[in-house]
């Protein structure tokens, strides 16, 4: 029969359907596994995000955290399609992964935590995938193909990212992979079906983590100081609008202190749901996000933005001497300030006014991704305040003190640095003919 409708609504031939595949019983069971490594290595990139000192593993660390628990989200929702209650979705039960998972956790290094994570974890997470989706019923099962096809999609992105940072970081640890490649051969690889054989090397999970809590930077970063200097935030009216955007989209650039902030409020939040752990994923990536915009800009005018002061008082303060729970009360109070009339819509609106267009879209999407942060904060934060009163003492007590620990840095004299640097940009061409 010539040019027939393709049947099957165009998924896959009658052959390729007439054969039996995985079980509901089978299915469930894998995609409750890939469900516990999504959330184990989005929890191990979240504990490292302050030891790691390049920017932009930083960055990524940040994307792909986010995608692994929209990953786990998917997963966790189909399992609970499949008919089995009770799913037990947040109960491990397979000792030897959670084993492999506290050996990755003890990576000591930058090149250590993405040997890891990029060279041994994803690549076979990525192995048994593609292994389900060859023996899965592709009209039988098909809600649960579709849902593969995209996360596999990003975590090769996501491989494919490691592979070339490692490569420019003196490539993969060799030693760790292997002590790391045991831990998980003895669970039985991703899918856990493997045979569990081979000697265990000693375990570096004999005693509590120790986690980073002071953010690191790499020796690009000279001036790492615990507040933003002095003078310009003062007085917006003085400066043209070229030069507030200047300082907006520096803001933006040394917001990578949330990011560092949340990390450690996700990694520590006490008995947290996998929605609470979602959610603060997001808030996290799009604060790295802002932080790349700000990056964007300088480098778009060919401005060195590693030298200019990175505050990183907003998370080395409340990483190393508040609850998570205050933490994120800090940081909820100074985002809900700025939905106030002189805070993000203010800041568009300024950038706005000077009629270049990349800031302005910047603030834009800051601006609405404020908006966001404020719902995901108060959703988190009422399950952990009794009530709104307690929430918003604590979010001014944090404030309060976070605030001296900005001021008494701006009294320090090397706080005057913004009218240089902004004569540097303004005034550019004295070396030029
Ligand atoms: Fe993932
Ligand atoms: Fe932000
Ligand atoms: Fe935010």
Known sequence: MMNAVPPLAGLCTYEQAGVAGRSVDETVRLLRRLARIERRTLLAMAAHLNAVPEWEVKCALSLHLWQDAEHCAALRERVAEMRKPPHYLDRPDDEALEAFFEELLRSGSTR????????????????????????????ADQPTIRLLRSLVAEEEEQVEWGAAALAALAGPDDD???HLEAYLDAAGGAAGDGERT???????????LELVRVPRRDDRF???????GRGFFDDDAERSTAEVNWRLMYVRLTEMHVPELLALILYEWPDATFEQHRALARHLWDEARHAMMGEVYFQAHDVDWCSVPHELSFASYPNTQLEPRERYA???GVEHGAMR???????????????DPLPTLFQDFDWADEVLHVHIGRRVLTEAYASTKELDDAAAETRAAYDRIVASDRALPRSDWWDEFYGGIAAPSSSSP
């Open 198 to 208: 081979g000697e265990l090397p000693p375990p570096r999970a004999v005693a509590p």
């Open 112 to 139: 250590e935590l993405l040997t890891g994570v990029y060279r041994v974890l994803k690549p076979r997470v990525i192995e048994a995938i593609r292994e389900h989706r060859a023996r899965a019923n592709p009209l």
């Open 330 to 332: 800090l940081l909820y």
């Open 176 to 178: 760790w992979g292997r």
């Open 222 to 228: 000279t001036r790492l100081w615990d507040s933003r």
């Open 341 to 355: 009339k002189d805070g993000k819509r203010a800041q568009h609106e300024a950038a706005q006014a000077s009629g």
